[in-house]
């Protein structure tokens, strides 16, 4: 918006007034003004086009000037159309009325010339000005929403069926603390027999840690299609190995990634994991015992280019629950900087009903509620095996 | 988070004091990162002060070592806190630092 296609809706009950300030504003280089004489004439001209300065007097039949900003000011307009108000001289409490409604400047009667053309233009380049920042907001946020979207199309959705015989749900969930985050939370079947299930969480929040994330998931999925996949999953850290040496090659940023990489044989009902610095697993058996999967596989993901893991098994039996969660769960602080903590988690998961839909969802919600309301304190992303080793009948 | 910086013999001796966290983490990376300007320098985090690491806070003390190592230098942490060893040991970062019990024996390790 410039001078030129600035457009300005002069409003004033005298016709000399309005005519005057027409004429004075189309010298500065003003070529489009309208006019209306009183604020019933002037919200019906803000409805229909859209201004960039309103010159407002204060006394006026049918609505006055206070009126029209009470509207402006209700449905939030005033916070994107400046109003110059028009006092007369001396009159000091209508202008500190009309500029704690939201009016931005005022211009007293008769017009000082030099004023008014300080005034008007000043409020023009502020406009201009909030507008472009706006709009840049706008398109950000834009970009942001459809980078959420793409990012949670990347977690799959909750899997509840039967697998080699046996009968086995998987519960998802991928919660960014802002728009987009840098957990990571997949599952995925290779061979016949084999299912993954893949969490990650990256050293940060936001679109640097989105990046990261969807490039350690891209690297992960890609492994899939290698003719050597089943052997590489089989042996997961053979495939964290892979991932990890490609992350770390030329990280300057130290950026990194702890993951747990873990392989489900499903007819065996053995489970081989690799932590590479992510926090252990809860694991509860079917007695409702819990403990921890916390054997160490080796570091993060993207630090040390030759790192070398190693897998731990454990036999999984009837209704085992295996949860994997990030530390957004456990690290989450309540108003008095408590931590949500592992016990939280552990209670969580003793008592799990086996046929509750989304029970991750009411975890997470219950971590979000912990915070009473602060700011999410981190992205959380979770997975729940629900394993259930006898087949179905 | 608070960080204050002193030079003890040839080591540049830091203390934080606080959380590092993703908020604090930048901050804290810049300002250290600056300390460390000359040629083979040694710096000692003092970590007494620091009850709570984020993942992002790791990754700046990361970024810290790094440009140390690439400068010729040495980096040791010292003080570390019973919450913050949790967090190295669960990551599997404790043996990618030099960790001292107390500062003297760090500062002692560093001139060695």
Redesign the interface.
């Known amino acids: 918006m410039t001078v030129s296609n600035a457009k300005i809706l002069v409003v004033d009950d005298v016709a000399e007034n309005r005519d005057l300030l027409a004429r004075r504003l189309a010298r500065l280089g003003f070529t489009s003004i309208d006019q209306a004489s009183n604020g019933v004439e002037a919200l019906a001209a803000i409805g229909t086009k859209s201004y960039d300065l309103l010159l407002l007097d204060i006394m006026m039949p049918e609505l006055d000037g206070f009126g029209v900003l009470e509207a402006l000011k209700r449905d939030g307009r005033i916070n994107e159309l400046p109003v110059l108000v028009i006092s007369a001289l001396g009159e000091i409490e209508p202008v500190v009325r009309c500029i704690e409604l939201g009016a931005t400047d005022f211009i007293t009667k008769p017009f000082n010339p030099t004023l008014l053309r300080a005034r008007v233009l000043a409020t023009i380049e502020n406009k201009a000005l909030s507008d472009l920042m706006r709009d840049e907001l706008r398109r950000k946020q834009l970009e942001l929403n459809e980078a959420r979207t793409l990012q949670l199309a990347l977690a799959p959705q909750r899997f509840a069926g039967t697998v080699c015989g046996r009968a086995l749900s998987i519960d998802v969930l991928l919660d960014p603390a802002k728009e987009v985050g840098g957990d990571l939370v997949d599952y995925f079947r290779v061979g016949d027999d084999m299912i993954i299930l893949a969490l990650g ?5 936001g679109a640097g840690a989105a990046l990261m994330m969807a490039r350690t998931h891209a690297m992960l999925r890609a492994l899939t299609a290698r003719p050597d996949a089943a052997a590489l999953f089989r042996a997961p850290q053979q495939a964290l190995g892979i991932v990890n040496a490609a992350l770390a090659d030329g990280n ?5 990634v ?1 993951f747990l990489l873990a392989s489900l044989d499903v007819a065996t009902a053995r489970l081989a994991y690799v932590r ?5 697993p809860f694991h509860r058996n079917g007695a409702g015992k819990i403990g921890r999967l916390s054997g ?1 596989g ?3 993901l993207g ?1 040390l280019e030759n790192a070398t893991y190693r897998a731990e098994t454990v036999d999984l039996g009837p209704d085992d629950r295996l949860l994997i969660v990030t ?1 957004g769960f456990t ?1 989450a602080h309540d108003p008095g900087d408590s931590l949500f903590g592992e016990a939280r988690v552990e209670a969580f998961l003793a008592g799990l009903a086996a046929a509750e839909r989304e029970p991750l969802r009411r975890l997470a919600d219950h971590v979000r509620a912990f915070e009473s309301g602060r700011r999410p304190f ?1 992205d959380m992303a979770a997975i729940l095996l629900s394993f259930e080793s006898r087949p179905p009948s | 988070m608070e960080i204050h910086d002193e030079r003890i013999g040839d080591t540049c001796v830091v203390t934080a004091k606080g959380r590092l966290d ?1 908020g604090a983490s930048a901050a804290f990376a810049e300002k250290v990162g600056g300390l460390i300007a000359s040629p083979s320098p040694k710096l000692l985090i003092d970590f007494a002060g620091v009850d709570f690491v ?3 806070g ?2 700046a003390v ?2 810290l070592v ?1 440009k140390v190592k690439a400068a010729g230098g040495s980096f040791a942490l010292c003080s570390v806190q019973e919450p913050v060893r949790e967090v190295l040991d ?4 404790t ?2 630092f030099s960790i001292h019990s107390a500062r003297a024996e760090a500062i002692a390790a560093l001139a060695g």
Not at chain 1, 201 to 205: E, L
Not at chain 1, 252 to 256: E, I, L, W
């Open positions: 969480d990256v050293s940060d929040k300057q940023s130290c950026m990194f702890t590479a610095g992510h926090i252990p160490a080796g570091p993060p630090l530390d690290e981190d | 993703s984020t993942s992002a790791l990754r990361l970024v790094k669960i990551t599997g970062l043996a990618m």
